[in-house]
């Protein structure tokens, strides 16, 4: 993958919605344009980040099922 | 995406905490999706917002409760924290079950925002999604 995140959070062992959380308050003090990935592994975050993404109108990256676990990254578009 | 309320109240009557649960987690997220979010808890929920009750997990809870507090997890009052760090969400006591109760804000976790009755409430909730718990 080309983009390489500027942040990461390591969401794994939360329960939803957790990961999302996790990933709000690190998308909200970080720069405009950067990127932030998150990893989760509960069952909801895989659907519930990209519904959030498109609701705010940030920028779904990437979304991979990594077996174990999800990677997501979003870019902060505003 | 379909354009949703700008506006959302969670009314919290059960002391059950799968509810008081349910109820916080739909309060959050609306939160932080960018939903104004006003939280009225009134009759039995109110009791698990005492200070000494959440402090001791007395909470009343069947199977799934018993689980989320087994494993740790997040309880309501968290998720109304996070709420509130992430977005736009007010937490109001019902001034009649405070007052039957002789209970007052210091017995309260500091997440409540005030003490209301409910005209103030349905002035804040005009127009807005309700669910209630």
């Known amino acids: 993958m080309a983009v390489q995140a500027d942040k990461m959070v390591d969401a794994r062992g939360s329960f939803c919605p957790g990961p999302l959380m996790e990933l709000i308050k690190t998308v909200k003090t970080a720069p405009v344009g950067s990127v932030i990935e998150v990893l989760s592994n509960d069952q909801g975050s895989a659907k519930d980040i990209p519904q959030w993404v498109n609701k705010v109108g940030h920028e779904l990256v990437y979304s991979e099922d990594m077996g174990d676990h999800w990677k997501i990254a979003v870019r902060k578009v505003k | ?133």
């Open chain 2, 1 to 133: 995406m379909n354009e949703q309320a700008p506006k959302m109240s969670v009314i919290l009557i059960s002391p059950e905490l799968e509810k008081l649960h349910a109820g916080s987690l739909v309060a959050s997220v609306a939160a932080a999706a960018g939903m104004t979010v006003s939280v009225f808890i009134t009759m039995g929920a109110l009791k698990g917002f005492r200070k000494d009750n959440v402090a001791s997990k007395s909470f009343e809870y069947a199977e799934i409760g018993q689980a989320l507090i087994d494993k740790k997890l997040p309880l309501f009052n968290d998720l109304l924290q996070d709420g509130k760090e992430v977005g736009d969400l007010q937490v109001y006591a019902c001034a009649l079950a405070m007052d039957v109760m002789d209970w007052k804000r210091v017995d309260m976790l500091d997440i409540i925002d005030d003490v209301i009755g409910i005209t103030a409430f349905l002035n804040m909730s005009q127009g807005s999604q309700v669910i209630v718990m």
